[in-house]
Each structure stands twice: as C-alpha cells, then as structure tokens.
C-alpha cells in the first residue's frame, strides 16, 4: 500500500532563510504526488502536484518540489521564507486513494 | 464559484448522541471524500465516492459511522451513537476525478466541522 513520510513535526526558520520540508513516499507504481498547506482553522489547499510530466514542479507562494525516484523523496523547498508562510505542510501521495502525511508545522521567525 | 461548504463549524454534543455533518460539493465536482483530523492520529481518510458511489469505506472506525450522497452535490455523514474518542476536526473535500477509483487532481477542502463529544 502507497504511504507518505514526513520527517520533522516541527521545522523552524528565520524569514528570509530557505525553506526545506522532507518527503519520503511508498508506493509500488509511479504514484501521483501532492504537497497542501493548512493555515490555522481551514481546510487544506493545493500548492503543487507531481503526475510525472516533469521531476520539478513549481507550485504557488514561490515553493517547488523535486521528485527523485531513486530516493524515493519529494521535498518541498522555497528559497527564503516569509512570515505568511508560518502555517502546516502536507505531503501526500494518490495510487487510488489519497493518503496524506502526519503533516510539518513551519514557524517563520522574524 | 463557492467553495466547499461545510455545516456545522462547531458542534457540541453528548456522549450517546446522534450528530450529523453535511458537505455541499463544489458544482461540477464527481468526486467527494471525508477526512478525520485529530492531534494523534492525523488527517485520515475515512471514505471516499465517485459519481455518488461509495469506492473506499475502509477508514470508515466502525458501524457507528455511516455516510451518504443522497444526490451528486450533497453529503453527510452521521456517527450514531457518538463517543468521546470520536472528537475530532471533520473534513469534507470535493474534485473532478477522470477514471473511477482513482484520485489524480486536486483535491478542494471545506473549512472543517469541529465535533466535541462529551
């Protein structure tokens, strides 16, 4: 059965510093891959998604993610932080059904 | 277009009681799940339909959960009677799906009921 792993519960980072969240999937087939953010007392929203076409994908508020078959990984980066990105990260992997990660809480120190 | 639409926000009730939440999808939307969000266990998925039929009910806990799609833009789901342990943030999300069973966009969330059982 396909799963995410997210590792870090907590990544902390000054604004301005670079932005890395890690994501390991399992999956037995070429999986699509998804990373959502949830700001505090809202549903999830899509930032970006991998379904093969290219191995990085650039999503929205300046973050991409790199998918790397050989590691099995799907880390989120962005290149210097901003306060308004202080909120929790899910990565998340669909072959059938969408099963999300335990989620990464980034805090932006000003 | 509206979102999502989630009712209610916030529901209080007691152990033993029936409680109800309702999901209105996105218009256009085929596809409809609900997820379980809780400090220890996460965002779980606890089932999910296609073009208003069940594909996936494995996550549903056990018997006292039960859900449906009485027509193609609307959805509940009832947990009779409720227990403690079933507080949690409960999430409804719609997207259009292409094939049957098998989730490839993007997946659009309601804000979320918060049930506390007392």
């Known amino acids: 059965a396909q799963s995410v792993t997210q590792l870090g519960s907590h990544v902390s980072v000054s604004e301005g510093a670079l932005v890395l969240l890690r994501c390991n999937y399992s999956?037995?087939?070429?999986?699509?891959l998804f990373w959502y953010v949830q700001y505090p007392n809202q549903g999830l929203q899509l930032l970006l998604k991998y379904t093969s076409a290219a191995t990085l994908v650039k999503g929205i508020n300046g973050f991409e993610a790199e998918f790397k078959k050989s590691e099995t990984s799907f880390h989120l980066t962005k290149p210097s932080a901003h306060m308004s990105d202080a909120a929790e990260y899910f990565c998340?992997?669909?072959?059938?059904?969408?099963?999300f990660g335990a989620g990464t809480r980034l805090t932006v120190k000003p | 277009d509206a979102g999502v639409i989630q009712s209610p926000r916030h529901e209080v009730t007691e152990m033993g009681q029936e409680v109800t939440l309702r999901c209105k999808l996105i218009?256009?939307?085929?596809?409809l799940f609900w997820y379980r969000q809780t400090m220890m266990r996460g965002l779980e998925l606890l089932i999910y339909f296609n073009n208003n039929v069940p594909i996936d009910d494995s996550g549903m806990p056990e018997d006292r959960f039960s859900a449906k799609m009485p027509n193609a833009s609307f959805s509940t789901l009832k947990i009779q009677p409720s227990e403690p342990r079933d507080s949690a943030v409960y999430f409804c999300a719609s997207s259009l799906e292409q094939g049957l069973g098998e989730i490839t966009g993007e997946l659009f969330f309601g804000e979320g009921s918060r049930l506390t059982v007392l």
């Open positions: 218009s256009g939307h085929n596809s």
């Open positions: 998340a992997v669909s072959v059938g059904d969408m099963r």
């Open positions: 999956s037995s087939v070429p999986p699509y």
